[in-house]
């Protein structure tokens, strides 16, 4: 069975850094994309960005490109979302996802999602 | 910058039919954006209703399905239920390895 585990709630300054994880178990972790989603309070779902794990490569939203930084560490089946000086404005639920992108069948789409990390960054 | 549109909200009687649709701020949504289609309860994780316009993710009852309707994708809800009242959001695929989400429709059922 496919899991995400994601890690705990951040509580954090605006200007620090900080980076939060998700560790899938159950599949071949560099086989799948996994990708990140924001939800900001009472707001609607945004898409951050994805990453191959077998290969690192990395696509951005535009409007997330440069502002924060996707990674994964197969060794650990895990991906990451790191900050380098977070603001007020990061507040939100980060949450991951284990994607489907395959052009050959022609799938492509969000198909697991982890529990989400709430991070909030406050002075 | 392209934007994925949906209604704010909509509601729809127990035992009702509703159809809520996801469209683009320029031009029409066909399969070639491979819509999928996700369910949120407040403070839950999204769940997959339906992927590549109309296959139902596993487990996902059969009361639910997607199409494409004129210019936009439709996900359609027969029968409604109590438990259906959540936040619903379509995604677009807009290729090269970028998706974009709709602002979410809220359903109330009532």
């Known amino acids: 069975e496919v899991h995400l585990v994601q890690s705990g709630a951040e509580v954090k300054k605006p200007g620090e850094s900080l980076r939060i994880s998700c560790k899938g178990s159950?599949?071949?972790?560099?086989?799948?994309?996994i990708g990140w989603v924001r939800q900001v309070p009472g707001k609607g779902l945004e898409w951050m960005g994805i990453i191959y794990p077998g290969q690192s490569d990395i696509t951005y939203s535009p409007s997330f490109q440069g502002l924060v930084t996707i990674s994964a560490d197969k060794s650990i089946n895990t991906a990451y979302l790191q900050w380098s000086s977070l603001k007020a404005s990061d507040t939100a639920i980060y949450y991951c996802?284990?994607?489907?992108?395959?052009?050959?069948?022609?799938?492509?789409?969000?198909?697991?999602w982890g529990q989400g990390t709430q991070v909030t960054v406050s002075s | 910058q392209t934007v994925v549109t949906q209604e704010p909200s909509f509601s729809v009687s127990p035992g009702g039919t509703v159809t809520l649709t996801c469209g683009l701020s320029s031009g029409s949504v066909s399969t070639a954006y491979h819509p999928s289609w996700y369910q949120q309860t407040p403070g839950q994780a999204p769940r997959t209703l339906i992927y590549s316009t109309n296959s139902r993710s596993s487990g996902v009852p059969a009361r639910f399905s997607g199409s494409i309707l004129g210019n936009k994708a439709a996900l359609t809800i027969t029968g409604a239920q109590a438990d259906d009242e959540s936040d619903y959001y379509c995604v677009l695929y807009m290729g090269s390895g970028i998706w974009v989400f709709g602002g979410g429709t809220k359903l109330t059922v009532l």
């Open positions: 159950g599949y071949t972790f560099t086989n799948y994309w």
């Open positions: 996802a284990r994607h489907v992108r395959d052009d050959f069948s022609l799938n492509y789409y969000f198909q697991y």
